[in-house]
């Protein structure tokens, strides 16, 4: 399973979550504090998918959400557990844009991924 396909499964496989726990409370009665939600999406980076990124973007500031996006600003070019040193990307200006643009618009809070 590649990248973009966990990342769309894990979305889709939270949300349905999110609706249960909603509208079970709602229709138990239960008076609750309000629930505060946090998406976070992580891993963006040179490897990661630019389009979906965008258009995960362009969903929250649709429905004025914020999520949380855990950068990282240089990604090893093969494989991350290979301890052998290698080349490390650094994150692209254009990923840098839209990052830059999500911000500034208020729907996106950028952390540093660790």
């Known amino acids: 399973m590649n990248f973009r396909s966990c990342t769309v499964l894990r979305v889709l496989l939270s949300l349905p979550v999110v609706g249960l726990l909603f509208s079970s409370v ?6 609750t504090q309000p ?3 946090v998406f976070r999406y992580d891993d963006y980076s040179a490897k990661s998918p630019t389009e979906f990124e965008r258009k995960l ?3 929250f500031q649709r429905v004025r959400a ?3 996006v855990g950068v990282i600003p240089f ?3 093969s494989d991350s557990h290979d301890p052998k040193p290698q080349k490390l990307l650094p994150l692209p ?3 840098i844009e839209l990052l830059k643009k999500a911000t500034r618009e208020g729907h996106v809070e950028v952390a540093l991924h660790g």
């Open 26 to 31: 709602c229709a138990w009665g239960i008076e």
């Open 35 to 37: 629930i505060i939600v």
């Open 57 to 59: 973007f362009e969903s």
């Open 66 to 68: 914020c999520v949380s």
């Open 75 to 77: 990604v090893c070019e």
């Open 93 to 95: 200006e254009e990923k």
